[in-house]
């Protein structure tokens, strides 16, 4: 794959991403400061993506068509890694990989060590997503749904038997509503906000790029306007299709 240089917008988010990762370890005061410009380095050296595998049907067909009829399909998704989601990265339409609801509902136990603990992150919940090295590790425990509403926006989640109409919800602040893509499945077939409800912005890892079922076939995946333009420098930069097809 020919050598490509990297855009000034690219290298400024490795820059912010550098940035965030010393100040969240000054501000933590675990760290000196020496150490934490070393972190800060790191992370401005680590990739802004990372490679997760993807099976089932939920997310047909834009994501693994043959889910449905082969059950040993895979496909392999490109993610931009939000150590930070909030409402000014993460947007309705993005397709996104997120903590699993069961992760989550173990971390919630007693003893279950938080969202960090779910994820195998060390102390400091999502934010510490970014200072991980184990990227790959963390996309193992999460699921993958299209964000359908986000805080501020009302939607209908069901039917009220007692006032014969139907129930809306408004999303709160710091939340999300998630929906699979595959309109011919229903909870409990799927899981998605219908069966879990509300997911935490703080769960979402990151947001798929791109996707490969095979060398001959793979291309971009089709995000929001504003996650696509945000994105655009990062897989301009990271994407190498031929690594992403490798077993």
């Known amino acids: 794959m020919a050598h490509r240089a990297p855009s000034m917008r690219y ?11 010393a100040a969240a370890a000054l501000s933590s005061a675990t760290a000196s400061l020496p150490e934490a410009m070393q972190r800060g380095l790191d992370a401005y050296r680590r990739q802004l993506t990372s490679v ?9 067909p834009t994501l693994n068509p043959k889910g449905s009829s082969q059950p040993d399909s895979v ?5 931009r890694l939000l150590p930070r989601p909030s409402e000014r990265t ?4 993005d397709v996104v990989a997120f903590a699993s609801p069961l992760t989550l509902a173990a971390a919630a136990a007693p003893g279950g060590g938080g969202l960090a603990g779910a994820l195998g992150l060390p102390p400091g919940g999502a934010a510490a997503a970014a200072a991980a090295e184990d990227a790959a590790e963390r996309l193992a425990n999460t ?9 501020g926006d009302e939607l209908v989640t069901g039917e009220d038997e007692e006032a014969a109409g139907f129930e809306s919800l408004v999303v709160p602040e710091g939340h999300c509503w ?5 309109a011919q499945l ?15 912005l703080s769960a979402i890892v990151g947001r798929v790029l791109y996707c490969a079922r095979s060398h001959t076939d793979h291309g971009p995946v089709e995000n929001s306007e504003e996650g696509m333009a945000a994105d655009a420098p990062v897989l301009e930069a990271e994407l190498d299709v031929e690594a992403l097809c490798s077993d």
Do not use: C, H, W, Y
């Open 186 to 200: 229903e909870p409990p077939r799927v899981i998605d906000s219908r069966a879990f409800g509300l997911l935490p």
């Open 90 to 93: 993460v947007f309705t339409g």
């Open 143 to 151: 699921m993958v749904r299209r964000v359908a509403a986000m805080p």
């Open 52 to 60: 997760m595998l993807l099976t089932g049907a939920a997310m047909a």
């Open 75 to 79: 496909e392999r998704l490109l993610v």
């Open 11 to 21: 290298m400024g988010l490795k820059v912010v991403q550098g940035l965030q990762e």
């Open 178 to 182: 998630v929906l699979a893509d595959n």
